[in-house]
């Protein structure tokens, strides 16, 4: 699908303009950590990576409804991607030994941190599993940004409109100085921050210091939110 059809047809027709590609590490294991701004990044980013990437999928692509849940299911099966549970603590963890095997066959393992869509095209605060994973397995962390797929298919788009991405990589993070200290909360904290505010500085979008999913939580209920700190224009 990748080399011989959906590749070249998503190339075709969406142009990604790339930068950085030579950043993704020819060979070896490494994290290729990125926002999600759009359905669409499942196919575009991986479609312009000469490698293969397994990424940990949430569980609902697989146990969707109907006709649309069977085919979701199935492509993600077919491309080798891995359903995470994503309720609770012990779900986190199981994302985590699954993304470790990833990476102990020497493999991509593609994140996005955020844990879920952006719903208003913001960068929101990263989850700490990246940092884990990075640290326990001591492989680097090559930030991406997908820039103008919030605008092609934002959340309730089904049908993506046809216009023209960019997917930005950016230097490998090497984390080696923490390696042995994954069980510390501050250090994963700091660990993940630094990749958040490199995906940041790629992308150029405001940055939300909230989780994701707390704040659509708080907005589908009506509740009024603290106005959370912002890094507006990439900048601290």
Do not use: W
């Not at 589908?220 to 601290?236: L, V």
């Amino acid at each position: 699908m990748k080399y011989v059809l959906l590749g070249p047809l998503l190339k075709l027709l969406f142009r990604p303009r790339i930068e950085g590609l030579d950043q993704v590490p020819a060979e070896g294991a490494a994290i290729v950590a990125g926002n999600h701004l759009s359905f669409s990044d499942h196919f575009l980013m991986p479609a312009v990576l000469e490698r293969r990437i397994t990424f940990l999928a949430k569980q609902e692509y697989f146990t969707g409804p109907g006709l649309k849940g069977r085919l979701t299911a199935a492509f993600f099966r077919a491309a080798g991607q891995i359903p995470v549970d994503r309720s609770g603590k012990e779900a986190g963890q199981a994302a985590i030994r699954e993304g470790l095997g990833v990476l102990g066959r020497g493999e991509l393992l593609g994140i996005y941190p955020e844990g879920t869509r952006s719903h208003d095209g913001r960068l929101y605060k990263g989850k700490v599993g990246v940092a884990v994973m990075a640290l326990r397995a001591g492989v680097p962390v090559v930030p991406c940004a997908m820039v103008g797929t919030f605008e092609i298919q934002p959340p309730g788009r089904v049908v993506p409109r046809i216009r023209r991405v960019a997917i930005r990589f950016g230097e490998p993070l090497d984390f080696s100085r923490f390696a042995g200290q994954e069980g510390e909360k501050a250090v994963v904290r700091a660990v993940t921050d630094e990749i958040m505010y490199e995906i940041l500085r790629l992308s150029g979008q405001e940055y939300v210091d909230e989780y994701a999913a707390v704040v659509k939580a708080a907005e589908a209920e009506g509740a009024p939110d603290e106005e959370p700190r912002k890094f507006p224009g990439g900048e601290r």
